[in-house]
């Protein structure tokens, strides 16, 4: 899975037309941190779920990506507070 989300990356700043940072041109990267185990426990505690493994192995190598816009947040994890935004995006903290 690594290595699609780092192909997904290199395409992504190749063929973007919004600016990257230096770092990320540099690393081949666009993607964020890992989430902790303790950050996805959090998580499927505050959903009352068990998550897919594959998800959570995801989530254990980005917690997301950059926008590419404003208007987009492609993150795939909840943030630190562990809640979903809501219709219009806001997370309650």
């Given amino acids: 899975m690594k290595d ?7 395409l992504t700043i ?3 037309d919004v600016p990257y940072t ?3 041109k540099d690393s081949g990267w666009i993607g964020f941190g890992a989430a902790t185990t303790e950050e996805i426990f959090l998580l499927e505690q505050s959903l ?5 493994q594959d998800y959570k192995d995801f989530l ?3 917690n ?6 404003d ?3 492609p993150n795939f994890f909840t943030g630190r ?9 806001q997370r309650s903290y």
Avoid: R, W
Avoid at 48 to 52: E, I, Q, V
Avoid at 64 to 69: D, H, I, K, P, Y
């Fill in 64 to 69: 997301g990506f950059s926008a590419v816009n």
């Fill in 81 to 89: 507070s562990g809640k979903l935004p809501d219709q219009h995006g």
């Fill in 22 to 24: 230096e770092e990320q």
């Fill in 60 to 62: 254990a190598l980005t």
């Fill in 14 to 16: 190749e063929n973007a």
């Fill in 4 to 10: 699609i989300l780092l192909a997904i990356s290199a």
């Fill in 48 to 52: 009352g779920l068990s998550l897919p």
């Fill in 71 to 73: 208007s987009t947040e």
